[in-house]
């Protein structure tokens, strides 16, 4: 199962061209990464890289120094995605979505769109985050889905889900918190570190 978080059609354009550039260039680098078109993201020198790319409104283009909470709280998710074993891409590419989690291979893959603009990015890191809460949830009895874990979602989560959206009645229950989840800063954080502590502590690989 793929699950993507989507973007209304030509939504951010404006803010891809040097994004997409630049993510074209560093693809470029090997055979391999060209033909795939994504970059991996594992350590924190690829992380300084990705958030460098993050498109800062209002303010002069400058090293990402993790100065800010959603900053820092940015830096804590990837990391412990990461430490989970999730691997995590950034494509080079844009095809209508944020960014998608597969719960089947336990791969996060980030769009351009994700980095073109930081509250973007935050919420997709939030979004795609609890998706692997969920799987991790779900793993612990057993299952290799995505499960709700019970966070309560408002109805206006719902409504805009309904009304924004195509998702299949099955996928509803477990977007509809991963779009709850977005709404509030280190939720996701909590949930992999509840959900996901076997992996963390490396107790289950």
Request: with cysteine; aromatic share 8%; proline share 4%.
């Amino acid at each position: 199962m793929s699950i993507s978080r989507l973007i209304p059609r030509g939504f951010y354009q404006a803010c891809l061209g040097v994004t997409l550039t630049t993510l074209t260039i560093l693809t470029s680098a090997t055979s391999a990464q060209s033909q795939t078109r994504r970059i991996q993201i594992s350590d924190d020198t690829d992380i300084q890289a990705l958030f460098d790319l993050v498109y800062r409104p209002g303010q002069d283009p400058q090293r990402f120094q993790l100065q800010g909470p959603e900053e820092k709280e940015a830096y804590a998710l990837l990391t412990t995605i990461l430490q989970t074993g999730t691997e995590v891409y950034l494509r080079s590419s844009q095809d209508g979505n944020y960014g998608s989690y597969n719960v089947t291979q336990d791969v996060l893959v980030l769009r351009p769109s994700a980095v073109a603009h930081w509250g973007i990015f935050l919420e997709t890191l939030r979004h795609e985050g609890w998706h692997i809460v969920q799987a991790c949830f779900a793993a612990g009895q057993g299952a290799n889905t995505l499960m709700p874990v019970g966070l309560q979602v408002s109805r206006r989560t719902m409504l805009n889900l309904r009304q924004n959206h195509s998702y299949a009645p099955e996928e509803i229950p477990v977007e509809a918190e991963a779009f709850e989840a977005e709404n509030y800063s280190n939720l996701t954080l909590q949930g992999l570190q509840k959900e996901c502590a076997p992996w963390l502590k490396g107790e289950v690989k």
